[in-house]
């Protein structure tokens, strides 16, 4: 059985991933913003899940983050789940936290991402972003970046399973109870890259919906925007992804 880290799981999909795993009988650590938001999750931490917290958001407490996942011990797998759809939080939520975990947490040998199929409308361009977090951000271009970040991984950290997985447009908080997409299919994606042994989900460089490989934008896949990405998190958090 793995320990897989879900981050974002007191709702949503993260809450979905994080029962299903359990459910198999998987080592689940659960995170969310603050001790208050646990409560929700409540039987999953009385039938042994894990938890560590902290804003996202906040660079120092993603730092936090990291070093409480750490005290836990070997992790298997991280789900970069946690994500916001708008406002001035988009990109240091979905973006540099993915980007300073990863740099934090080394050596966990897979990584999945949770993109979306709106990365296809994002904007590659990177100078113009506010990464801090003072203005509002979009949700497509986050979840380009995001996209483009986990095919670097894959790219730079061959030794590591690295991919993107679109979950589909699903009715969570975030997706809305309309949503067409189904839930169970959101999360069967993530799961699998993260705990099976069959040798596709243990491949890299994937962008994944419904378990079958997809072409992401084509900025996603460009080595030169891939390392102008990575450039400018180093940027932004102070923290170097490394040779």
């Known amino acids: 059985m793995a320990r897989v880290v879900i981050t974002g799981s007191a709702d949503g999909l993260g809450r979905e991933t994080a029962q299903s795993l359990l459910d198999q009988g998987h080592d689940v650590i659960l995170h969310a913003?603050?001790?208050?938001?646990?409560?929700?999750?409540?039987?999953?931490?009385?039938?042994?899940?894990?938890?560590?917290t902290g804003d996202?958001?906040?660079?120092?407490?993603?730092?936090?983050?990291?070093?409480?996942?750490?005290?836990?011990?070997?992790?298997?797998?991280?789900?970069?789940?946690?994500?916001?759809?708008?406002g001035r939080l988009v990109l240091p939520v979905n973006v540099v936290a993915p980007y300073l975990l990863t740099v934090l947490l080394p050596g966990v040998p897979r990584l999945v991402y949770l993109s979306s199929g709106m990365h296809r409308g994002g904007d590659p361009?990177?100078?113009?972003?506010?990464?801090?977090?003072?203005?509002?951000?979009?949700?497509?271009?986050?979840?380009?970046?995001?996209?483009?970040?986990?095919l670097a991984i894959?790219?730079?950290?061959?030794?590591?399973?690295?991919?993107?997985?679109?979950?589909?447009?699903?009715?969570?908080?975030?997706g809305g109870?309309?949503?067409?997409?189904?839930l169970q299919l959101g999360h069967l994606t993530q799961e699998w890259l993260a705990t099976s042994d069959e040798p596709e989900a243990r491949s890299s460089g994937g962008y994944w919906f419904h378990r079958r490989r997809q072409p992401p934008h084509a900025a996603a896949q460009e080595v030169q925007f891939q390392d102008r990405l990575i450039a400018t998190l180093e940027a932004v958090t102070g923290e170097s992804f490394g040779p």
């Open 56 to 86: 996202l958001s906040d660079l120092n407490q993603v730092r936090s983050v990291a070093d409480q996942v750490s005290r836990l011990g070997h992790v298997d797998a991280v789900i970069h789940n946690a994500g916001v759809y708008g």
């Open 177 to 182: 109870a309309g949503a067409p997409d189904d």
């Open 33 to 52: 913003r603050d001790a208050a938001r646990l409560e929700v999750v409540r039987p999953m931490l009385d039938r042994g899940a894990g938890a560590v």
């Open 154 to 174: 894959a790219r730079l950290r061959p030794e590591v399973a690295s991919n993107a997985v679109d979950p589909g447009w699903v009715p969570t908080k975030m």
């Open 125 to 150: 361009s990177l100078s113009q972003q506010d990464w801090a977090g003072d203005k509002p951000g979009s949700y497509s271009d986050s979840k380009l970046f995001v996209t483009a970040l986990a």
